[in-house]
């Protein structure tokens, strides 16, 4: 599945490439492509079209696709001058910092437009999937609350705490578990729980890496969350109250998986990607 | 034609500020698509539809919409701090110089996902034309050689002029011809030419107006390709030559458009558009 993943990125930027790309736009997409993120998104969306049968591999590879590439798109725009400044993501420059804020604004726009034209491409061979696809997709990132409206959030006096985190992290998740079965052909409602619980836990799990570890174990700058004032499950419910919070949302996120031939198969996967989420520290501690 | 793309822009705004979107990206966003846009590549779009028989009208209104929406996009990230720094743009502040950097750069995301997803709605009227609508506006505006290539250009240290003006104006004309045409059912290739011949007049109109107006006639700042050292047509040519490039390339425009029912309206419409672009003072001397 990782592998597919790859796979489909790999085919879409060298596509795009074809021809004449500026070669600095090119270098800065890659960069912000390629750097070593976990593909948790693309994996989900991908093991869901196979738990609902998987008719249109090369639909549901595309919606794996368009997901990273929006998910990426974001962290290089997000890591800016003008919002978080950070010089690092996953220990490597951010795209910022190695290209300049122009590079990093274009190669944000560059993935966007492209998540869309890979969708496009896709669905020739079923076009039906499009309308219902393209919307999905779109509801995840941009207005009124995708992850573009999310970031927006940051900039207003006041945020809903609740709205802010469902749209920065939640809205993303809900579009790859949906976008999954919609590219297998299947009624996409019964996933959004699935999107809506692990988005949850991995805000969770977000905030408490922030909380917990260093610059180096996170790859970027931490403790952002305190130092710039943004709403944190760890102040609200400290340490130990956020770990179990996250622990309870896993096993939300588990049991909402709809019955279907790989209910098990997923259940597993979600349990698995789920040890993970939380920093060491806290599951030595509390285990 | 022109309340046709009024009413579309308004209404995917309007859709896409239901439920709770934040109140300065919403602002952001309707301050970068309505400020007073001439609306010339949407309009354009929905002339060629109408020349094709326009037989889905919202899904020709959802192109023209679409077109607009990246070329606002495009215009709120170019006037950012780290491309132009303009603080005006049509005789009103930028995007950034109201709202600042962060919603400029956000605005000009969401109108992106926003131009995809109109697609999309519009779209499920007539699935079978959505794979080459989308690949069609996507080739206009993302990698390797559409607006956004075009911008990343500047980034370079060499820019072959060719390519660069071709990607930063003339591929979304090509868009906006040829989407029109798709839309509206009928084959795009005859339609490529006329979007390639308005970009090129529009790019030379585009360095007269730099060149010969002043801020307050052009409504942003004046003189920019000569400050910031881009290439110009007026650089190359001189004043005159440029103009006279200018009328050749508005003649071959009009001889480009392919025998149909509304050829000649279509003429007359892209004759009248050209004479609003040269600069007066140029047109009193030169006639």
Same mark, same amino acid.
Not at 19 to 22: L, M
Not at 153 to 160: F, G, L, R, T
């Given at each position: 599945m990782a592998q597919r993943v790859e796979i489909a990125l790999e085919a879409a930027v060298a596509r795009a490439e074809f021809?004449?790309?500026?070669p600095l736009l090119s270098a800065a997409v890659r960069h912000a492509l390629f750097s070593g993120g976990a593909r948790v998104r693309p994996q989900l969306a991908l093991a869901i079209a196979g738990a609902c049968g998987d008719d249109q591999p090369a639909l549901a590879d595309a919606a794996a696709a368009a997901i990273e590439m929006l998910h990426c798109a974001s962290l290089a725009h997000d890591d800016l001058p003008c919002f978080d400044n950070a010089a690092t993501r996953r220990g490597r420059p951010s795209v910022h910092a190695l290209y300049g804020a122009p590079l990093a604004v274009l190669a944000g726009d560059a993935l966007i437009v492209m998540a869309f034209e890979v969708l496009g491409r896709a669905g020739a061979a079923a076009p039906a999937r499009l309308p219902p696809l393209l919307a999905t997709v779109a509801r995840g990132v941009g207005m009124p609350s995708g992850i573009v409206a999310g970031q927006a959030? $940051?900039? $207003? &006096?006041?945020? &809903?705490v609740e709205a802010y985190h469902s749209a920065k992290t939640g809205a993303l998740f809900v579009a790859a578990t949906m976008s999954g079965a919609i590219a297998a052909g299947a009624d996409p409602a019964p996933w959004r729980r699935l999107g809506e619980k692990l988005g949850s836990a991995y805000q969770v799990a977000d905030d408490l890496a922030d909380a917990v570890l260093t610059e180096a174990d996170l790859g970027k700058p931490a403790g952002q969350d305190a130092a710039l004032g943004r709403p944190s499950v760890v102040t609200e419910l400290g340490l130990q109250g956020a770990y179990q919070r996250l622990k309870s949302l896993v096993g939300e996120a588990v049991d909402s998986i709809p019955a279907c031939d790989g209910a098990q198969v997923l259940r597993d996967l979600v349990q698995l990607q789920a040890t993970r989420l939380a920093p060491k520290s806290l599951t030595r501690s509390a285990a």
């Open positions: 021809g004449a790309a500026p959030w $940051e900039s $207003e &006096p006041v945020a &809903p």
